[in-house]
């Protein structure tokens, strides 16, 4: 047994790598060691390009896969990919910056400081200052050539074919004191004022703005100190078209070079002129039409422009009152008129001061007329025969003093400055068309106009012969105690103060006329940051709609008016259409201009 175990431990110890003879088994193990080593290095070429040529594709793939992936739709997704391996290219110098979408407002309350990609968030940010008194108020005037409003003054004798306009211009645009012999006047604040100077009054007044700036990135609205009512006053009769345009291109040339005009190409731009639109709307190039074109320029359409008697049918003018003859200098001077107004015994129902128009077959003034002198409570003051008190201020404002309503219809034109005296008087007007006062100074007066004054369509006097003084008994006295009450409340906001002093706390026709400018443009530059605009489907035509709507209104539709607003067609003549509405063209300022030579030759 031992012999045998040894033998077995011996035979197992020989190495296995001795060479084996043929016929002993040698061969068959040479194989196995091929297939075994051939075996070897094919799984080795496999785990070789496994673990290297495909780990690292896979692991491009995930470097690639790991990057935030756009959403399909996103119109850059392309770009992200090849951005990663394409080489940075040069930043183009002339491009313009993709700026963040403009903020949508949700509520009520605006945010400026997420909007600084506008150039006038600046001046809307002023509001937040509170220890500013002018945040939101800065007003920024354009120092324009002299030609454009001192030179005028300087040849004072041309600015009226009819009228020495120099001794108007005085005292600050005011002109010549008034003489108070009749007690009619308070004794301080009245002067003889010229109907159109308010290009000069405003101007003076702009001079003693609190809010003045010199810095324009500030200001809420931007004057331009044109004399615009001046410069086309001495050039429309006798005068070429090309005269009558040559200072209002010119403006127009020198502001749109300015860099302020660049910040809203002129929209936060205003300018005064102290007449009525049509002197500047001339529809064509013929010499023989009215008027320079200084609102139908492409440049004055951005701007607003404060006039007498505004279009209906345009947007870029906006009615201011026209100067009376009183302009006090202390906030007393008012108090002290308004107190006296209340007081007053008015002992005519009602008056009129004015003249017949007898070239115009639809006008109802010679019935106003008839119906003033077959009343024992009407008051009449003809203006049409020899030496007439219609142009003296004392015997106009006397006799609204003594009257509890004060007829006002259409002149030459829609509105009258008779309407503003006797509001100054304390007297009610009647109206008789809505263009005379209603759709014209929505600033200063209220949008009821009931409140304050009666409205007799001109249908109901031109067709019906309704009789005002039976008209005028039916209203309540109480009612009309209340109204006249209203009427002394509004005087305020209806005189332009002496130019060249400060009301301490009253606010005045300029103070309330740059307010409404700030407001407006303080809208249109937040709609134009939010990304809307302030009305939906605007129609130029129908503009004298939108200031009559309710808070909260975006669009104007059907109104109880539209026969009043016919607009004329282009060749036709003005005066009344079929529905009593009354059509405005360069005929009316004609007219107006020739009623102004008539009472200077008298």
């Not at 800065?138 to 600015?159: G, T």
């Not at 005292?171 to 100077?197: C, H, I, K, M, R």
């Not at 809203?264 to 001339?282: E, P």
Request: hydrophobic share 35%; glycine share 6%; charged share 25%.
């Amino acid at each position: 047994m031992v012999p045998r175990v040894a033998m077995r431990r011996r035979a197992a110890e020989v190495p296995p790598t001795e060479p084996t003879e043929k016929g002993n088994g040698k061969s068959h193990t040479n194989r196995i060691c091929l297939l075994v080593s051939l075996s070897l290095f094919f799984w080795a070429l496999l785990l070789y390009f496994h673990f290297v040529v495909i780990g690292s594709s896979t692991n491009i793939e995930n470097q690639i896969h790991l990057q935030p992936q756009p959403q399909p739709s996103s119109s850059s997704s392309t770009s992200l990919r090849i951005h990663k391996f394409d080489p940075p290219k040069e930043k183009d110098p002339l491009a313009k910056p993709i700026l963040p979408p403009a903020p949508v407002a949700t509520t009520s309350t605006f945010n400026p400081s997420e909007t600084v990609e506008f150039p006038f968030v600046r001046a809307l940010k002023t509001v937040d200052n509170k220890s500013d008194p002018c945040g939101g108020k800065y007003i920024y005037v354009h120092d324009l050539p002299s030609r454009f409003n001192e030179d005028m003054l300087r040849d004072c004798k041309k600015l009226s074919l009819w009228t020495n306009m120099c001794k108007f211009t005085t005292n600050a645009g005011l002109g010549p004191p008034l003489e108070n012999v009749e007690g009619v006047f308070s004794d301080e604040g009245w002067y003889a004022t010229n109907q159109f100077a308010v290009d000069v009054i405003f101007s003076n007044r702009m001079k003693q703005y609190k809010c003045l700036t010199n810095d324009s990135s500030l200001a809420a609205a931007i004057f331009v100190p044109f004399y615009a009512g001046f410069d086309v006053a001495r050039y429309l009769w006798g005068y070429n078209i090309s005269t009558r345009d040559a200072a209002s291109l010119e403006l127009v040339d020198w502001l749109t070079k300015r860099p302020e005009w660049e910040i809203m190409r002129g929209k936060d731009h205003f300018l005064v002129a102290g007449r009525i639109t049509w002197d500047f709307r001339r529809l064509s190039e013929e010499e023989t039409d009215w008027g320079n074109k200084l609102l139908f320029l492409p440049a004055a359409k951005n701007m607003s422009m404060l006039v007498v008697e505004s279009s209906p049918w345009n947007a870029n003018d906006f009615g201011i009152p026209y100067p009376t003859y009183f302009h006090p200098a202390k906030d007393s001077e008012v108090f002290e008129w308004q107190e006296r107004m209340r007081n007053l015994d008015r002992k005519w129902l009602f008056s009129f001061a004015g003249a017949p128009r007898p070239d115009n077959p639809k006008s109802i003034r010679g019935q106003i007329i008839d119906q003033c002198r077959n009343s024992n409570v009407g008051k009449l003051l003809e203006c049409d025969f020899g030496e007439s008190k219609c142009h003296s201020p004392s015997s106009i404002m006397q006799m609204f003093q003594g009257s509890l309503f004060c007829l006002q219809p259409q002149g030459d034109s829609y509105t009258r400055r008779s309407a503003f005296d006797s509001m100054l008087a304390g007297c009610i007007p009647v109206f008789f068309h809505p263009g005379s006062a209603y759709t014209q100074y929505t600033w200063h007066l209220p949008k009821n106009y009931s409140t304050y004054s009666v409205f007799i369509p001109e249908d109901d006097i031109r067709k019906r012969n309704m009789s005002i003084e039976e008209r005028l008994l039916r209203i309540p006295p109480e009612q009309v105690r209340i109204m006249r009450e209203n009427v002394i409340s509004l005087i305020p906001g209806l005189i332009y103060a002496d130019p060249r002093s400060e009301l301490e706390t009253l606010k005045d026709a300029f103070d309330v006329s740059v307010q409404a400018v700030i407001d407006k443009v303080t809208r249109l530059r937040k709609n134009m940051i939010e990304g809307r605009t302030e009305y939906d489907n605007f129609v130029e035509e129908n503009s004298w709609k939108y200031a009559l709507l309710e808070d909260g209104q975006r669009e104007a539709g059907g109104h109880v008016w539209d026969p009043f607003f016919s607009k004329p067609k282009p060749g036709e003549d003005s005066g009344n259409d079929g529905n009593g509405g009354t059509t405005i063209s360069a005929d009316a300022a004609k007219n107006s201009w020739k009623s102004e030579q008539r009472d200077k030759t008298q």
